[in-house]
């Protein structure tokens, strides 16, 4: 149950709702299939293995003071081109027969036929995106590969909780910034090491861009990317590990993407667990303890966090 992104917002401390108030706020909206005409449907399913959502707390998985959700989202993969090429079809269809193509308002009310006809016909594609909350210290972590996505289940979760107060994790340094500091010194701060990958993008509207990937980052390939840095392209990803325990890709949107727990941590998890949950609570309960230590240090990195001020 790994994440393999992470969107970071923070909540208030200390944050109000208990984990009992919110399983019953999520209650009222969890997932049902698609109907037949909807195009997507969008809704809370219990983000443990083997657990029903009629069960009372199944949606509100906890270990310890990590909260776990898993929001699901339903899509029938009806492509806009099928829909075209058919209205077309049934356009020229009509032309033949009466000698005058369509109107506007015709091929409007066609191309609406042709969905509702498809749609119940098209295949379905379901997935789900996990959510970490840890009360406490003010963390709601979002296992989202986009701000985008991490904002769809930010207002589904506001729909539940309408009061909820949860805002993006902005630092002192830019993202960009601190990066390119980090590449232009040849080494990463205290706790980090750099890794094999980096994308440097120039500002101006060709977007020239440079990547390195699976390339060390080494005496052999720094002084190039120095001499694209005082060419004035920006870092806006860079690869980086964390205390031999965690590996990612940081942006320069404070994204964290492709999230590899590396070995010492998964064995960790392994160890004295038996059957498939235990197994997955450990992995959540050493998940979420490496956030928490992890987080201060990339926002210590970044200059800390900025506050309301």
Known sequence: MWFKNLQIYRLPIPFSVTREELFSALASGKFAACGALEAASRGWVPPAPERDDEEEDAL?????????????????????????????????????????????????????????????????????????????RGFLGVGAASLVKAEEALEHLR?????????LTQTRVSPS??????????????GFTLDRECELKAANEERAAVRYVRHPLSDETLPEIRAHLAAGKQPTRLALTWKDRLAFV??????IKRLEFLDILKEEAAQGADGAAEIFDAELALMGETFLRFLPDLFEALGGEKTGE
């Open 159 to 167: 729909k539940s909780l309408p009061n909820l107060s949860a805002s």
């Open 177 to 190: 910034a601190a990066m390119a500091d980090w590449l232009a010194a040849g080494e990463a701060p205290a």
């Open 250 to 255: 940081l942006t320069d949107k404070g994204e």
């Open 60 to 136: 509100v998985h906890a270990v310890g003071k990590h909260w776990l959700l898993s929001l699901a989202t339903e899509t029938r993969l009806l492509p806009a081109s099928v829909v075209l090429q058919e209205t077309r079809a049934r356009a020229r269809k009509i032309t033949l027969e009466q000698g005058t193509p369509p109107g506007k308002k015709t091929l409007r009310d066609l191309k609406d036929q042709v969905r509702d006809e498809f749609l119940p016909r098209a295949f379905v594609c379901r997935r789900a995106m996990p959510l970490w909350i840890h009360a406490e």
